[in-house]
Every structure is written in structure tokens, then in C-alpha cells.
């Protein structure tokens, strides 16, 4: 039968520190990129976007970084909190401009755990 | 509260029976996306509307599926002849399209249906 589990990878930090999740993705031809937060049995929850004719893009407390070369795409957390434990998806849209914008791919997802 | 509103939250059914969900999206959105999303994995892309047209299904939407968006505003999701793979958490997000910015996806938080 299939296996039921979370092999997803974590990132275990003591709060006040900086998070960096990161993400690989797939398609050069994504043009629109964008961080969630899902907390267990929620909805994922709206952080950043960014386009991809920018490189950075900062809000409160986090910050996105795309680095089209290698297809990387980073979210910083600033003084980590108790609070944003949770999993981190990125995810990516081809042709955001058009027709198919909101069709996203998301990636597998990264457990984030902030100890007190 | 303003945001994605679902109905039910939970559904437990048996196999060979229909479901049917709903989803409110954020009240001046235009677009309303389905996604699915099973253990561990990130959210997959089902299908979306532009008001009641619905523009794109993906394959992973069977025959058993359908989704209407019949006045533009709230949406179905129907599963007819449930299979226990049809078990996942169904996920509703909104967004406005148009004009020179498009908002990003807002999720609800979900229907989970487990098919025994």
C-alpha cells in the first residue's frame, strides 16, 4: 500500500533567529513566484510573490530572493517566532501575464519548527 | 471574516457515493481555483473560473469530477462515484484578474474528505 508520511525537509531553529527555506524549481519559463505558510489543518496562507523580473523582494519580517540562473528561489525570516511554525511551500506560475495565471506548481514543502 | 469560506470542512463518505463542496471566494474576486492536496505533498491545480466560464481543467480531473461557478460567484465541486483515492483535502483559493495587477490566490481552508 502507499506509505503515509511526511518526508518533507525541516528546518529547526531557536527563536529570534533568521530562517532561510529554499526551493528549486522546475520550469525556466515561470514567470511568477510565490511563498505559503500552512499551518496543520488550515489552508495555505499568502507571505510574498514575486515577479521574475525582479531578483528581491522584501515585506515585514521576510524577505524573497530569486536567482533565475540556477532556478533558486529563497524566503528569509527575520527574528524567527514560536508563531511561524508551520510548513513553507513555494510555488511557481508559467505564463503568470496571460490566461494562466493562478495555475500554480507548488513544491514539496518545508517544515519549519521554532523552538522557545 | 472576509477570506475563502468552505463548506463542509469535513466529509466522510463511502465509496461509490457522490460529494458535493462548496466554496465562497472573497466577494470582489474573479477568479476561483480548486486545487487538491493529499499527505505531505503541496497542493495540486484541479481547474479555475474567470466569473462563471470555467477556462481550464487539469487532467487530473476524471470524468467523476465537476465544478460549476453558475453565477460567478460561489462554486461546486461534485465527485461523483467517490474512490478511496479520491481522499484528500480539497482546497478553494480566489484572486482578482485584471487590469494592470493581479492579487495573489487566497486559499480557504479546505474540505477533507476521506472515503472508506
Known amino acids: 500500500g502507499e506509505s503515509v508520511g511526511l518526508h518533507l525537509p525541516t528546518l529547526s531553529v531557536q527563536e529570534g533567529d533568521n530562517s532561510i527555506i529554499n526551493c528549486a524549481y522546475s520550469n525556466s519559463a515561470s514567470d511568477y513566484f510565490i511563498w505559503y505558510k500552512q499551518e496543520s489543518g488550515k489552508g495555505p496562507q499568502f507571505i510574498i510573490d514575486i515577479r521574475s523580473n525582479m531578483d528581491k523582494r522584501q515585506g515585514q519580517r521576510v524577505t524573497v530572493l530569486l536567482n533565475k540562473t540556477v532556478k533558486h528561489l529563497s524566503l528569509q525570516i527575520a527574528a524567527t517566532q514560536p508563531g511561524d511554525s508551520a510548513v513553507y511551500f513555494c510555488a511557481e506560475n508559467v505564463n503568470a501575464g496571460g490566461t494562466s495565471y493562478g495555475k500554480l506548481t507548488f513544491g514539496q514543502g518545508t517544515i519549519l519548527t521554532v523552538h522557545p | 471574516d472576509t477570506g475563502v469560506s468552505q463548506d463542509p470542512r469535513h466529509k466522510i463518505t463511502k465509496r461509490g457515493q457522490n460529494v458535493t463542496f462548496r466554496c465562497d471566494p472573497i466577494s470582489e474576486h474573479n477568479r476561483l481555483y480548486w486545487y487538491r492536496q ?34 460567478g460567484s460561489f462554486s461546486t465541486l461534485e465527485i461523483q462515484r467517490t474512490e478511496q483515492g479520491d481522499s484528500a483535502m480539497y482546497l478553494c483559493a480566489s484572486s482578482l484578474v485584471g487590469g494592470s495587477y493581479n492579487s495573489p490566490l487566497h486559499f480557504g481552508n479546505g474540505t477533507r474528505l476521506t472515503v472508506t
Open chain 2, 38 to 71: 493529499t499527505l505531505g505533498q503541496g497542493p495540486e491545480f484541479l481547474t479555475y473560473f474567470q466569473n462563471e466560464a470555467q477556462l481550464e481543467k487539469s487532467r487530473l480531473l476524471s470524468d467523476r469530477f465537476s465544478a460549476e461557478r453558475p453565477k
